[in-house]
């Protein structure tokens, strides 16, 4: 079970400088957004030295302060992912490079510390990222993650709506064609339809204006798509959302019951049949199925296509 909140948006960046305004925005507002209680810390100086191999006891940083570090990759393929610790300096000279040197991955982990100057959590990390698709570059893979240990998201309402609201915002600020919300994805290996299926993100990324990667908890789609599917009368019809928002450009925000963890049971089935004509083909073998995996068992949207 991967234990995060994970939202993701899908565009399409054409010229560098579109790309360049785009993940500088993602990167400093929705991380603030997202996660205001780590900006303080973000901002302070000295900025937190982290793990010390030397000395596994050490603290990291200053008492409830913050630390971060920077994964970014430069090239489009290979073990080029390279780490390094965040400082205000480097974040602003990886600001300034975006749009000059952009790269292919970039993620953004950060660790609130304890009155000991340790990680509250020292297995897991809050994260903003982006991703170019190395074969077309000119996708982005945009993603945040809270794992549960460090946002109570699963007992608060008030949390999965905020998250939910930023879906939604950032589908229109980004221009996305696609996006989901759900605790079963992950930003690496993809939706939990995607990992069924044994497809990766970088083959259906660039179709996702028109098929559907996943059907999630909350689910953002095209304009296309949403003319696949029926619209939102039919889709608010089906019985198989809480709620269908119509957003700006034409795209939907599907949300498919009020609470995440009520998407289980005969719901993600319900989900299935009325998507099912803009869904990735495949069956999700019930003898392969995950007890985490929000999806219909033995289900197959060709079935219903």
């Not at 302060?65 to 965040?86: F, H």
């Not at 991955?105 to 698709?133: K, N, Y």
């Not at 000119?138 to 794992?147: D, I, Q």
């Amino acid at each position: 079970m991967t234990g995060e909140l994970s939202l993701e948006l899908n565009c399409r960046t054409g010229r560098a400088e579109d790309f360049a305004r785009l993940a500088r925005a993602w990167l400093t507002e929705a991380r603030a957004e997202f996660f205001p209680e780590y900006e303080a810390g973000l901002a302070a100086e000295p900025a937190a030295r982290g793990p010390d191999e030397e000395n596994p006891n050490a603290p990291w940083g200053q008492p409830h302060g913050v630390c971060a570090q920077l994964l970014v990759q430069r090239g489009a393929r290979g073990p080029n992912l390279r780490q390094s610790r965040y400082s205000r300096r480097t974040w602003q000279r990886l600001l300034s490079a975006l749009g000059s040197s952009p790269p292919y991955a970039c993620v953004l982990l950060m660790h609130l510390l304890d009155a000991r100057g340790h990680p509250e959590d020292f297995e897991h990390a809050v994260s903003v990222e982006f991703e170019r698709l190395p074969d077309h570059p000119e996708w982005t893979r945009f993603a945040a993650s809270a794992p549960a240990a460090l946002v109570r998201w699963r007992e608060s309402e008030e949390v999965q709506q905020r998250w939910l609201d930023f879906l939604a915002a950032w589908a229109v600020r980004l221009d996305a064609v696609y996006g989901h919300l759900t605790d079963d994805a992950d930003p690496t290996f993809g939706t939990a339809l995607e990992r069924m299926l044994n497809i990766f993100p970088e083959d259906t990324v660039p179709d996702s204006d028109r098929t559907l990667r996943g059907y999630s908890w909350g689910t953002v789609c095209s304009p296309e798509v949403a003319a696949r599917v029926g619209g939102p009368q039919a889709l608010r019809s089906s019985g198989a959302f809480h709620e269908v928002t119509e957003l700006p450009g034409g795209r939907l925000l599907l949300r498919a019951t009020p609470r995440l963890e009520q998407y289980a049971g005969d719901a993600p089935a319900r989900v299935l049949r009325a998507l099912a004509p803009a869904l990735l083909h495949g069956r999700t073998g019930r003898e392969y199925l995950q007890t985490w995996m929000r999806l219909a068992p033995d289900g197959d949207a060709a079935d219903y296509s």
